[in-house]
């Protein structure tokens, strides 16, 4: 199974014949870069024309943070994988509103299963269970645009996001979620754990033939891989809402692992690295697939989402999202 590098010292990296190295100024170590297939680049990272083309040659897509940990942006090799005719029929799925609400609505109907499996477990939200699944039930079979069905997401997971206050250490207190910028640390770590998982999926989604700017839950814009954006709503509450949890109630991760700044709070390079060793755990953990009947890995499950995306445009299989039954 190919890996994820997480850089998060300053450093260069630096081609020298046919090896990829990452140089600090007190150690230099190799890169296997064979067995590679995304970078994420958290510290002041120096590289050159010389590094960015060996590392096309293997189609290992570089996903850059700012200062503040949050997601910048990707350099992206030229894709191998590709198909005009995949590309053309998402498209037409797009096009095709009743298609492009279809496709909508799956994304958000497994995000709210995978939040309401959340809080199953926790017998301290069950009130809040109780209203996402009133609200979601109420609301989902009205649904004719895109914009009623994202103010219904909008509702279940403020909902859903209130719950937080009942079954997380107090000093972690959600009042309300805040993006830009994110100003206590439970909204950091939301923040930080989404943008993680927003380049994950970019990642997956450049090995198959999908094409990432064409999305149907978010608007496709010029400035975003916005069907990252909708593929990462199955995610976010079965992958990093529950890292979160975990950090938080074992007490992994503290008040003393974030910063401030002009009202902006963010994790400190110490939190960063226990959030991104636990991520790591997660997206590698393995899960036995029922249709298979093989082992595969929550990253895995991600890449299977692009491959049954492509099924439903191409009128093999009509898509079925994700609703982890383990």
């Not at 293997?58 to 198909?83: E, T, W």
């Amino acid at each position: 199974m190919q890996k994820t590098l997480y850089i998060t010292s300053n450093g260069r990296l630096r081609r020298k014949d046919n090896t990829l190295y990452f140089e600090t100024e007190t150690e230099k170590r190799s890169i296997d870069i064979e067995n590679i297939e995304q970078i994420h680049i958290f510290g002041e990272v120096d590289l050159n024309t010389k590094a960015l083309n060996y590392i096309s040659q293997y189609g290992i897509i570089l996903h850059f943070y700012n200062y503040y940990g949050f997601y910048a942006g990707s350099f992206v090799p030229r894709k191998k994988s590709v198909s005009g005719d995949v590309v053309v029929r998402q498209a037409l799925h797009y096009l095709d509103k009743e298609k492009r609400i279809f496709l909508a609505y799956c994304f958000v109907e497994s995000a709210v299963y995978h939040m309401m499996r959340n809080l199953r477990e926790r017998k301290e939200a069950e009130a809040f269970l109780n209203a996402i699944e009133d609200e979601w039930e109420n609301g989902r079979f009205n649904i004719s645009s895109i914009s009623e069905l994202m103010g219904l997401e909008g509702r279940v997971r403020n909902i859903y996001y209130s719950s937080f206050n009942q079954f997380l250490p107090e000093d972690f207190y959600m009042e309300k979620r805040e993006k830009r910028p994110p100003t206590n640390p439970i909204n950091a770590l939301i923040s930080f754990g989404n943008s993680l998982i927003y380049s994950t999926v970019l990642t997956e989604i450049y090995h198959t033939q999908l094409d990432p700017s064409i999305s149907f839950l978010h608007e496709p814009s010029e400035k975003r891989f916005s069907l990252s954006l909708d593929i990462s709503e199955i995610f976010k509450p079965l992958i990093v809402d529950s890292v979160i949890f975990k950090l938080l109630n074992n007490r992994q991760i503290t008040l003393e692992h974030f910063d401030e700044d002009l009202n902006y709070c963010y994790l400190n390079q110490e939190g960063r690295k226990i959030f991104i060793n636990e991520l790591r755990n997660k997206l590698e953990t393995t899960v036995r697939h029922r249709q298979l009947n093989r082992n595969v890995s929550y990253k895995g499950y991600i890449r299977l989402e692009c491959y049954k995306l492509i099924k439903h445009f191409i009128g093999d299989q009509v898509y079925s999202p994700l609703k982890a039954w383990w």
